[in-house]
């Protein structure tokens, strides 16, 4: 709760003569958090947020990279090179900034405690898990600020990146789409792990047209083809803004963090499978990110335990038969209360086909048995598809050291200049685009400081080793703590990257060249 939020909170409570809400401590108190939370948020701009350069063009820059994506990650990762006197063109399909942030629902939230998402030093967060529009209005802040602007190309589609001619990897020098642009001394791809919507296939699903929301409607067939047909609405989660939902019996096909988000947007019912739901409580988040290891441990079972006590305790049939270490988590508090309040049946089912009036699901505690769930509109809550990095050279990713087998978890094998930030994992729990970017500007301010190319191998070969137990592959998942051991690692390793730790840690000692 905001001071304006506050203050309408007294002003109602004396409006209406309420006594009991009017001296009820909690709107205080929560009033009293948000202004710690955001004091804590100013001291942390304060020390590490890096210097906005004061012109459009710097004067003498120290290289030029192209960035791919104007997301959260693209926009931060271009702030901190301009702010440390790199030249920065940004590459964006799209016609706004924000990335898969501009395709989301409004009631669409971060996932993590915003004091563990910092996506960039300068941001402000009003709350702990703000929704999509403060997102949006956090990144466009830092766009503007950073004067990225007018080093930003939007509604231009990156098709190809190449070498350019007489260089060669690692360190190769690049053109992105034939060169308008010029030659660049990295690229940093940021297209994040979403694509486009995932639009999932069922017997009984109406033939494409176009309704509200981006759904498909059921159109006018044979007489026996419309009867196993779905009259309602088939939309995927991200459309439901434009959806209308009002006193919709609302069926939500699968349960990750679209799934989770949909029951909230609309109140539904079903689900397909299950993965972990962790609490919003940053303390418990925190404590979750900080194992080292990056993997299912012996002991991982005692978080498991703990969250099932504070958040699966009544309801059993919720917990999932994976490891908490194994797929991200989602964070989330209202669902399940959702579920507790009977406003959300939650079904682990396999579904068979839709019908004309709903879906037809196979429980999984009856086998055999199938069930028929009315609607009168059907979510696909099946995800993106996984971003294409087509337009990057295919042997920049040699077999076995292909996305998320890179370098660090997202450098080329092949070529130190190339980073994806952001764009190689598969499921974590934190990441770094400040730390992952300065690691790419060391590489071009010192030369010595660069990797060899048998050193960035034996880096994914040693993590196979390490991790060999992970079930779902060695760089499929890791954890922050995780990240902050592999950059340790990374200075010691070689003892040229020790003075310049404070730099690639904390964003200290390479300002703008004025």
Known sequence: MNVCAYRDHVIQAVKQCDLFDLLNPRPLLHLVLNLLYISIQLIVIAIFKPKPPKRDRLKKPYGRIAVVGAGLTGISSAAHCVAHNFEVVIYDANDTVGGIWANVNKSSSLQLNSLLYRFHPGVLWSRGYPYRDEILSETRRIWKEYKLESRTRLGTRVTSVRRAEGSSSP????????????????????????????????????????????????????????????????????????????????????????????????????????????????????????QPFGRQMPASSLWEKLVIFLHYRDIEALIPKIGIYESTPVVNDEFLQHVRAGRCTYIHADVQRLTKDGILVRRKDSPG??????????????????????????????????????????????????????????????????????????????????????????????????????????????????????????????????????????????????
């Not at 001394?185 to 940021?190: N, S």
């Not at 498909?216 to 419309?226: M, V």
């Not at 764009?423 to 790419?440: D, E, M, P, Q």
């Open 171 to 290: 360190g190769a020098k690049w053109i992105v789409n034939d060169g308008p642009d010029g030659k660049f001394d990295a690229i940093i791809v940021t297209i994040g792990t979403c694509g486009e919507p995932r639009m999932v296939s069922f017997p009984g699903m109406p033939k494409r047209d176009k309704g509200r929301g981006g759904g498909e409607k059921g159109k006018k067939q044979d007489d026996n083809a419309q009867e196993q047909t779905f009259c309602g609405a088939v939309i995927h989660s991200s459309k439901l803004d434009d959806a209308d939902l009002d006193s919709q019996v609302v069926v939500v096909i699968g349960s990750g963090a679209s799934g989770v988000e949909a029951v909230e947007t609309a109140l539904s019912r079903g689900a397909w499978h299950t993965i972990w739901i962790i609490p919003r409580n940053v303390f418990l988040d925190t404590l979750i990110s900080a």
């Open 369 to 514: 048995i199938d069930e028929e769930i009315t609607a009168d509109v059907v979510v696909l809550a099946t995800g993106f598809k996984k971003a294409s990095m087509e337009f990057l050279p295919k042997d920049l990713f040699p077999e076995n050291y292909e996305r998320p087998n890179l370098y660090l978890q997202n450098f080329s094998t092949e070529d130190w200049s190339v980073l994806c930030t952001n764009s190689a994992y598969l499921n974590a729990i934190g990441t770094h685009i400040g730390i992952y970017t300065r690691i790419l500007l060391l590489f071009l301010l010192d030369e010595s400081a660069r990797p060899q190319l048998g050193d960035v191998e034996l880096w994914v070969d040693a993590e196979r080793f390490i991790k060999r137990g992970a079930r779902r592959g060695v760089l499929s998942f890791f954890t922050y703590v995780e990240l902050v051991i592999w950059v340790t690692v990374f200075h010691v390793f070689k003892l040229d990257r020790l003075r310049w730790a404070f730099f690639t840690m904390q964003g200290w000692g390479v300002g703008v060249e004025e």
